[in-house]
């Protein structure tokens, strides 16, 4: 036993997981370098990169001169070690790709929800998506020629509250897409034809997003953030370790005005029902705008601005009604901003999402100024408010980090298996009862 209760195969992992993570996010570097990073000693560093490199994860990556002795052998992650596979479970789309361990895109797939019924949350089937999601994995490992087996996970990103359950494993509540409770961790191990030894990893899509921002996007260096995510709805995450995931928000739903809205959830006056792009369409279209019939949230919403912000150059006077809409939005956002900024007082506030990257490229500064005059003026005058850098597709590039993650906090080791536990006889006997 290793002191402070650890043990030595503890200690072992541990020191596994600082090599791992310090080559991937500074490497190539050489053994000499990892012993300050790290803070191992050399023989430890020697030790756990002879483990790496004998376990195939480490490779190395050519050499660099040192001063007076040997060129010094550069290592990296080895990206053929592993597979990710990260899916979007968007409000429009579902979108699958597959990653090696250096995050290179191997293979994508998208497919579109659409509507089968006359309410909107029709396009969410829980069927329909996990069908998406089965073709999807099997299509980008086919794809890619790449075997199951050698997957680290599949990390999903979701709308909604994710929960887990020691039943069902992780189980969506999403009010806004119309999922009340489903387990899709069971449904996906019931219908996808993966190894038991491949986990899932299930998560809300903007915490995903957030994790990626930190890890590689504008969130680097930064002590903590608030990632915001605008799609068809709003939601953000909150991350107070640039390593370590955020924890999501349902940030769409705090209430901006008193007997507003209604909002897809059911309540009156959230955010979403103003701010989001299902939202701003919709009040255009009340206020006498015209969005193009049959567009998709995208195409209506690119149409949106450029009728409000036509191109430089071009004699068209802006839409007036668009605009009033669009700048009416940027108050409501600046005002749920300022909420950010006064709860969590963030060093960053970063905007995603296919709608948050449109809209911000067009009235962010205008939000900025909302938020800084709603807002406590010290915290206000600390935070910077910039969009983020890895474009709309972040979430998978997220979801894809979440079994990435694991793998490191797991010093590169395989997941094991869990062994199928039998239930207590008076756990069976109160569910006998509660059926008769």
Not at 11 to 37: C, E, I, K
Not at 247 to 272: I, Y
Not at 278 to 303: F, K
């Amino acid at each position: 036993m290793a002191s402070g209760g650890r043990t030595v195969r503890d200690l072992r992992r541990a020191n596994r997981t600082a090599v791992l993570q310090r080559l991937y996010f500074d490497g190539p570097m050489s053994r000499f370098s990892l012993g300050p990073a790290t803070g191992l000693s050399s023989g430890s560093v020697s030790n756990v990169v002879a483990e790496l490199v004998a376990d195939g994860l480490v490779e190395e990556a050519g050499s660099v001169d040192s001063a007076g002795g040997r060129p010094r052998i550069l290592l990296r992650i080895a990206p053929g070690s592993g597979y990710l596979i990260g899916v979007d479970v968007g409000e429009t789309r579902v979108r699958i790709e597959l990653f090696d361990l250096a995050l290179s895109e191997l293979a994508r797939v998208e497919r579109r929800l659409e509507a089968n019924g006359p309410r909107r949350t029709d396009r969410y089937d829980v069927n329909v998506v996990v069908a998406h999601l089965r073709d999807g994995i099997n299509e980008v490992l086919a794809r890619a020629a790449i075997a199951p087996e050698l997957l680290l996970g599949v990390g999903i990103g979701v709308p909604g509250i994710v929960a887990h359950t020691p039943e069902d494993g992780a189980v969506v509540h999403g009010q806004t897409v119309g999922w009340d409770a489903v387990p899709l961790e069971k449904l996906l191990r019931e219908t996808v034809q993966l190894p038991d030894s491949v986990p899932y990893f299930i998560d809300n899509g903007a915490k995903t997003l957030g994790q990626a921002e930190m890890w590689f996007g504008a969130g680097r260096g930064a002590r903590d953030a608030v990632v915001v995510l605008f799609g068809s709805g709003v939601g953000a995450c909150v991350v107070t370790d640039e390593v370590s995931p955020g924890r999501g928000l349902e940030w769409g739903h705090l209430t901006v005005r008193v007997k507003g809205r209604r909002c897809r959830c059911g309540a009156l006056g959230c955010l979403e029902a103003y701010a989001g792009a299902e939202a701003l369409l919709d009040r255009w279209a009340e206020a006498g705008g015209r969005p193009p019939a049959g567009a998709s949230e995208e195409t209506a919403l690119t149409a949106m601005l450029a009728a409000a912000y036509p191109p430089p150059g071009e004699d068209t006077t802006p839409d007036a009604t668009a605009l009033a809409v669009l700048e009416e939005t940027a108050e409501y956002l600046g005002a749920g901003f300022s909420d950010l900024i006064n709860l969590f007082q963030p060093e960053r506030i970063l905007v995603g999402g296919w709608a948050g990257l449109q809209l911000g490229a067009r009235f962010l500064d205008l939000v900025r100024a909302h938020a800084t005059s709603y807002a406590l003026s010290y915290p206000a005058s600390l935070v910077t408010v910039s969009l983020g850098t890895l474009g709309p597709d972040a979430v998978t590039v997220g979801a894809a980090i979440l079994p990435l993650a694991d793998f490191f906090a797991r010093g590169g080791h395989p997941a094991p298996v869990e062994p199928e536990e039998t239930a207590p006889a008076w756990h069976r006997t109160l569910r006998e009862r509660t059926a008769t």
